[in-house]
Antibody, heavy 121, light 107 residues
Framework: EVQLLESGGDLVQPGGSLRLSCAAS????????MSWVRQAPGKGLEWVSS????????YYADSVKGRFTISRDNSKNTLYLQMNSLRAEDTAVYYC??????????????WGQGTLVTVSS | DIQLTQSPSFLSASVGDRVTITCRAS??????LAWYQQKAGKAPKFLMY???TLQSGVPSRFSGSGSGTEFTLTISSLQPEDFATYYC?????????FGGGTKVEIK
């Protein structure tokens, strides 16, 4: 059974940093591209970033480019999102999502339960 | 960026009703469209891809159609567990984008 378990969400001040983690199990982690998707309170879904199975290529939304870094440790079956220079508009539930294949051009077939990041003074 | 416009944004319906949600893309995306269902306080759940191919375990009352720029999600007979918010998503090009969502509520 595929499981994705996010952690690391917290209350942080504007300008601060946070690292999210997503522990994966139930599939061969290194074979699949992975992504982070966020949802601001009461709002819709927004794609944030994606990484290939090897970790060798990444994509970012313009809204986070230069501030967020996606990475993965395939030996630990874990996906990360390093978030720097946080802004109030980054407040959201952050979901870890698995692509349906190793390709970037696939839907997300499994999602974690989400972790809440609140940026506020 | 490809914009996805869902309509309606809100829908009130009764158990047993046939419900159709539309998703329009700002440019052609072939069949690179997925639909997700999200219940309050829960993560999204993958329903179908390639505009019309149901994910394993998704009830057959759900169906999808379309290609290019116009897509539909249909629930043939709405069940109590179907009351949720539905999102379309394009995976034709980056940045990946989602529609604004359609909330289906009980009449």
């Amino acid at each position: 059974e595929v499981q994705l378990l996010e952690s690391g969400g917290d209350l942080v001040q504007p300008g601060g940093s946070l690292r999210l983690s997503c522990a994966a199990s139930g599939f061969i982690f290194s074979n699949y591209a992975m992504s982070w998707v966020r949802q601001a309170p009461g709002k819709g879904l927004e794609w944030v970033s994606s990484i290939s199975g090897s970790g060798g290529s990444t994509y970012y939304a313009d809204s986070v480019k230069g501030r967020f870094t996606i990475s993965r440790d395939n030996s630990k079956n874990t996906l990360y999102l390093q978030m720097n220079s946080l802004r109030a508009e980054d407040t959201a539930v952050y979901y870890c999502a698995k692509y349906g294949s190793g390709s970037y051009y696939d839907p997300f077939d499994y999602w974690g339960q989400g972790t809440l990041v609140t940026v506020s003074s | 960026d490809i914009q996805l416009t869902q309509s309606p944004s809100f829908l009130s319906a009764s158990v047993g009703d046939r419900v159709t949600i539309t998703c329009r893309a700002s440019q052609g995306i072939s069949s690179y469209l997925a639909w997700y269902q999200q219940k309050a306080g829960k993560a999204p759940k993958f329903l179908m891809y390639a505009a019309s191919t149901l994910q394993s375990g998704v009830p057959s009352r759900f169906s999808g159609s379309g290609s290019g720029t116009e897509f539909t999600l249909t629930i043939s007979s709405l069940q109590p567990e179907d009351f949720a918010t539905y999102y379309c998503q394009q995976f034709n090009s980056y940045p990946l984008t989602f529609g604004g969502g359609t909330k289906v509520e009980i009449k």
